[in-house]
């Protein structure tokens, strides 16, 4: 945690000092005595493997002056390590804080591992501070955003001058603010506690943000991160905030925190420590009293030679090692920043040349099916081969199936008709999506042709079909059938299970079009599968 606070660096300290007490005080351990001026750094035990160290100086290179605080505690295999590092250039600028949480693992073969919990005092002591990332207030807790404080955090996210990341949520439908907060809210942000901003936007500033960020939309109760240097006018910008959905959140709270602060974590461990941490010198402890011991024959006494010498030069020698080692880690933390922002803007330029390649591919394809393919009078495909040539017309869905499933289809009795119906559904399933993404649906794509737009086209509802039957979604190899193929951005694994369906054509064995809606997260539908009836306990 890296952050800014106006309060003076030894009032900070004092507060740190304060809470450490209670804390050891609360787990049974003694408490340290007050932090004098006459020890420049001392170690404190206070108790069985409990270790303070307590350090105040000069930065180095630069003017000002620092405190330290680095407390390790015993934990299953290994130890705790919390340090505190507070440093400020001078009276009048900004005091920088720092916190980091470390597992240390001790024994043969054993490691560090695993997630390191945010530490009690981060809870504590953030309130306190009034602290900040530049513009950005970093509080304890999601801030409810109303309309009139759209505008305010757009500025937030779009300030050159942010570092950590800004995450947004917005509130599921028929919630108020107070139960998301006090239920979902608090388990889901509880990981984040001084690695970003958090929000909340309300029902009624929903709208208003979604439609000032078109390429960088939250909405339906998923929660958005918003990464440092937001481009608001770049569609290829919006793919490098991760989306959250309401539906993972909604499985599994716990393991969706854990995803919510993977990237605030990452980036908070990576980012360039400032001028004023970084002019820290490394921590070197006071050096324990030396054993007496006799000169013989007047050899090693007053020359500096002796235990005590040897010892010193010891200590003086691992520091610079150690100093060492963190101005380097300072400095493949700049190279590695810098790589980063150059490998966005390649990102960015070459997403631009792939959205410009896909639809004059798109065109292509159009053009020549209108010379080499029979069109219908509605100019609808009349073979599924044509179908597939045209899934381009169609910008918020995306084919992830087997072509030859679907083109199988045109040697059918019935494939003419099939391919008019499965043209009429995707035609559908595009509009949806369309108004979806723009947080005007009002429910799935069932309700959707239950209740469709005037000017919209309509598909029968009694064909839209929003999942799969009990026994389907039991029987193992019936649900690994409709498993499909979904980009890694939806699923790690990259499949994903797609129960809802289309019915193509009458009757129960007819062919089936699967797809996931993914228009809260992704912002498009994935179509799976186009092809006759997957198995179920009225297919052979």
Known sequence: ??????????????????????????????????????????????????????????LREVPGGYLRRRLRTPAPHGTDQLTLTVASAGPEGPTWVRLEAEQLASGP???????????????????????????????????????????????????????????VASLPPATTPAVWLEGTGRQLTRQLTGLAALYLLDHEALPLFNVALEYHKVYGGAVRTYLPEVDPASRADGGRHPVLPRHRIDEDVRRAAALLAREPGRLAAELP???????????????????????????????GAGPEGTGAAHRTADTAERQARAD???????????????ERLLLAVGEEQRTALRRANAQVQALSGRFCTARSADGSPVTFGELVGRFGEFPLLEFTGDQKEAVALDGQCDGTGWARLT????????????????????????????????????????????????????????????????????????RAFMG??????????????????????????????IGLHLTNTRTN
């Not at 009139?148 to 800004?166: F, K, M």
């Not at 380097?328 to 980063?340: A, F």
């Not at 064909?463 to 499909?484: D, I």
């Not at 129960?508 to 993914?518: F, G, N, S």
């Open 109 to 167: 073969g054993l490691r560090a591992g695993g997630r390191v919990p945010v530490p009690e005092l981060a809870r504590a002591l953030l309130p306190l501070l009034d602290a900040s990332d530049g513009p950005v207030r970093i509080g304890d807790a999601p801030r409810v955003v109303r309309p009139a404080g759209v505008e305010a955090l757009i500025d937030e996210l779009c300030d050159p001058d942010r570092t950590l990341p800004v995450v």
């Open 273 to 303: 420590l400032p001028a004023e941490l970084a002019a820290v010198p490394v921590y070197q402890p006071p050096a324990e009293p030396a054993p007496q011991v006799r000169a013989a024959s007047g050899v090693g006494a007053g020359t």
């Open 423 to 494: 043209w009429e559904g995707l035609t559908a399933l595009q509009e949806y999506a369309a108004a979806a993404v723009r947080g005007e649906a009002h429910g799935d794509f069932k309700q959707w042709c239950e209740h469709t737009p005037d000017g919209c086209h309509r598909f029968p509802p009694r064909k839209a079909v929003r999942g799969e039957s009990r026994t389907v979604e039991s029987h193992t190899k019936w649900k690994r059938e409709r498993m499909l193929p979904v980009p890694e951005c939806v699923d790690s694994s990259r």
């Open 500 to 529: 809802a369906h289309l019915r193509i054509g009458g009757g129960r064995t007819a062919p089936r079009l699967h797809y996931l809606d993914d228009c809260s997260g992704s912002g498009r539908i994935y179509v799976g599968y």
């Open 328 to 342: 380097e880690l300072q400095r493949v933390r700049h190279s590695l920043h810098r790589s980063r922002r150059r």
């Open 1 to 58: 945690m890296t952050l800014t606070t106006p309060r003076p660096r030894q009032e900070v300290a004092a507060l740190a000092d304060q809470l450490l007490a209670g804390w050891l005080k609360g787990e049974g351990r003694d408490e340290p005595p007050p932090s004098t001026a006459d020890l420049p750094a001392e170690r404190l035990r206070l108790g069985e493997r409990v270790l303070l160290d307590r350090d105040f100086g000069e």
